[in-house]
């Protein structure tokens, strides 16, 4: 008798590309998120970026404090620090690296962000498109 059972496995299926982290922070982003929830009135799970519609140019960055990670969020981990990315903004924000300056008349968060295509001139708003994926 003959056996007909084949050795072969199935096929197995293609292997799922790694996501691409959406955005990283700069030495000086992550030690301010570390200050900023250090000093939160109430305990913080990390900071939540997203975007708003509105200004001169179109569209704002947000940062808030995060009390919860929601289940849509996109969690950024990146130099023990955790930023919560709003997922209408991922899109928008691939490929940005978040710094923070400091000098004599303002401290703030910039969003070093290659598919910026323009700002107004008082830096309040940027014009944004989404990420090419391919």
């Known amino acids: 008798m003959t056996d007909m059972t084949s050795n072969t496995s199935p096929p197995s299926k293609p292997k799922a590309r790694p996501r691409p982290q959406v955005m990283r922070l700069t030495d ?33 960055y947000t940062v808030e404090y995060a009390h919860e990670i929601r289940p849509t969020d996109e969690v950024v981990e990146d130099k023990g620090v955790k930023v919560l990315v709003d997922p209408k903004a991922v899109l928008f924000l691939l490929g940005t690296e978040m710094d923070y300056k400091a000098d004599k008349m303002q401290a703030q968060f910039i969003f070093n962000n290659p598919n910026q295509v323009s700002a107004c001139g008082c830096g309040e708003s940027v014009q944004l498109t989404a990420a090419k994926t391919d």
């Open 28 to 60: 000086a982003a992550a030690s301010r998120v570390k200050e900023l929830a250090a000093r939160a009135d109430s305990e913080i799970v990390g900071l939540r970026v997203g975007l708003r519609n509105g200004g001169c140019a179109g569209q704002s």
